[in-house]
């Protein structure tokens, strides 16, 4: 079973940047899509971002494409959310999730992820 341990969320001001980072355990990371939801107040978990095993493709919910990039460090483990150009309707709880099976495309479903973080808080003030 992995352990997903998400950092670098924060208080930041409209148009500000933040980098949140995902540090997975085990041995096998580099087998794995890895993909970043998040979580307003009262609202449904969404899509954010996704990669492939290897990095080589990656697929950005509409609201947040231009603006964030996903990207993975395999020899450490770690999966990164760059946040830029934010708004407060980017405030939420993100997670970082893996995906159920080894080797799979990149997909907007959570049913597709089966191991998630506890999260962490992004507020974003105007």
């Known amino acids: 079973q992995v352990t997903l341990a998400e950092s670098g969320g924060g208080l930041v001001q409209a148009g500000g940047s933040l980098r949140l980072s995902c540090a997975a355990s085990g041995q096998t990371f580099s087998r794995y899509t890895m993909g970043w939801f998040r979580q307003a107040p009262g609202k449904e978990r969404e899509f954010v971002a996704a990669i492939t095993w290897a990095g080589g493709s990656t697929e950005y919910a509409d609201s947040v494409k231009g603006r964030f990039t996903i990207s993975r460090d395999n020899a450490r483990n770690t999966l990164y959310l760059q946040m830029n150009s934010l708004k407060p309707e980017d405030t939420a709880v993100y997670f970082c999730?893996?995906?159920?099976?080894?080797?799979?495309?990149?997909?907007?479903?959570?049913?597709?992820?089966?191991?998630w973080g506890q999260g962490t808080q992004v507020t974003v003030s105007s």
């Open positions: 999730a893996r995906a159920r099976n080894y080797y799979a495309v990149p997909s907007r479903s959570r049913a597709d992820f089966d191991s």
